[in-house]
């Protein structure tokens, strides 16, 4: 399954490009048409079959990226996970997935699973051990997020899709927070790779997206629930995504690189209480990432010291955006117990570990002393007042 031929930035830059026969153009052309000839032609091509020339090839670099066969691209991240699940999971079926997940997945799980009979067991995931006792005998799906959001625990990899192998059960992780440029799960055997390509792959901001990453067999598979639920992307955006994707090796490793940066120098920071990321020795798992890991990735957590408001913190940071996404190439925060976790209860964040202070920071591409003067300079003011 291992496409291991080119280099990252020669995939991101080159693989999946359309040539331009009629023009000679240096980078591929968009092809909006909603119709295709049927006659005489080996592919039947509509949007919503997932096969337009621009969703075609830009799935190449996808799958190319995650050292797979096939991929395809989503009108975003919920569209894929969401497809995916439907693939593989009908009435009676049973899915294991971490507390840690996305709520927007969570969300999914929990409110239209019950509609459709199908089971599903919340895990904690911190040991392969916890996976195994949660599989029941109509266990389909065991999927998976590392790092998770926001205190970036670390789940075993090879591990879990060990033991979904062992028990012929599909393995999928969500590996957005960590991005195909720190982590390739296809080479630990997971089957099925899901991206909120509105996160790294699209990197600026302004892309709604999604992607999955597969063995051609397993693609095929997702494609025969995809074409019937319609979840795809407008060729324009596929093609803006194609244009961000061709610096996802910079854009990431120089990100990964800051956070790496931001991480040691906020442990040591008087305001600070506590940092979680991957890529500290003081990271309970760091030895686990570090095995699975290329990078640590550019998403940290970390605790103010209780005297410091987290919200006038952020209200007082004058470069760094207060922003409810992630992954772009501006650096931003966000509270995780007013935004992404805030419909849970405070016993249930408690559980979590998400306590009021705790504040996520994605690591844009800016220069470390500029971000680094950006957050002394807020929490003298807060601090101050
Ligand atoms: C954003 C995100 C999603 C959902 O993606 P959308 O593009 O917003 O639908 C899924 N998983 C993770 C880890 C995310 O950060």
Redesign the pocket.
């Known amino acids: 399954m291992s496409k291991k031929k080119l280099g990252l930035n020669t995939i991101c830059a080159h693989v999946g490009e359309i040539k331009d026969e009629q023009f000679k153009g240096a980078v591929s052309p968009i092809y909006l048409s909603s119709s295709y000839e049927f006659l005489d032609v080996d592919v039947k091509r509509y949007p919503r079959y997932f096969n337009t020339p621009n969703q075609e090839f830009l799935s190449k670099k996808i799958a190319a990226l995650e050292h797979t066969d096939s991929a395809m691209i989503f009108g975003?991240?919920?569209?894929?996970?969401s497809h995916l699940f439907l693939a593989f999971l009908k009435a009676g079926d049973h899915i294991v997935v971490q507390n840690t997940l996305?709520g927007?997945?969570s969300n999914f799980i929990r409110e239209e699973f019950p509609k459709l009979n199908i089971e599903f067991t919340f895990t904690n995931g911190y040991d392969v051990k916890d996976f195994e006792a949660a599989i029941q005998p109509n266990t389909k799906l065991i999927h998976i997020?590392t790092p998770s959001?926001p205190l970036l625990t670390i789940t075993d990899i090879k591990a879990v899709a060990e033991l979904a192998k062992s028990k012929q059960i599909v393995s999928s992780i969500?590996n957005?927070?960590a991005s195909s440029v720190n982590q390739t799960p296809a080479d630990f055997g997971i089957d099925i790779i899901?991206?909120?390509?509105?996160?790294y792959f699209g990197g600026h901001s302004d892309i709604?997206?999604?992607a999955l990453a597969a063995s051609s067999e397993h693609i095929e598979r997702i494609w025969n629930v995809s074409k019937n639920l319609g979840g795809s992307l407008s060729d324009l955006t596929v093609w803006m995504l194609e244009r961000s994707m061709k610096t996802l090796g910079l854009r990431v490793k120089t990100q990964t690189k800051g956070a790496k940066k931001m991480a040691k120098w906020l442990e040591n920071h008087d305001a600070i209480k506590k940092v979680y990321y991957p890529g500290l020795k003081s990271h309970p798992q760091y030895a686990l990432a570090k095995s699975q890991m290329k990078g640590f990735g550019a998403m940290l957590s970390f605790e103010l010291k209780d005297a410091i408001d987290s919200v006038q913190f952020q209200k007082a940071l004058k470069l760094i955006k207060p922003s409810m996404?992630?992954?772009g190439v501006e650096s931003t925060m966000l509270n995780p117990a007013q935004t992404s976790h805030a419909l849970l209860t405070q016993e249930q964040r408690d559980t979590l570990g998400i306590s009021d202070g705790l504040i996520r920071f994605s690591v844009g591409i800016e220069e470390i002393k500029d971000l680094k003067a950006d957050i002394n300079q807020a929490i003298k003011v807060i601090t101050n007042l």
Do not use: Q, R
């Open positions: 975003s991240g919920m569209a894929a996970i996305y927007g997945t997020e959001n969500d957005t927070f899901m991206h909120s390509a509105t996160k709604c997206a999604g996404s992630l992954a």
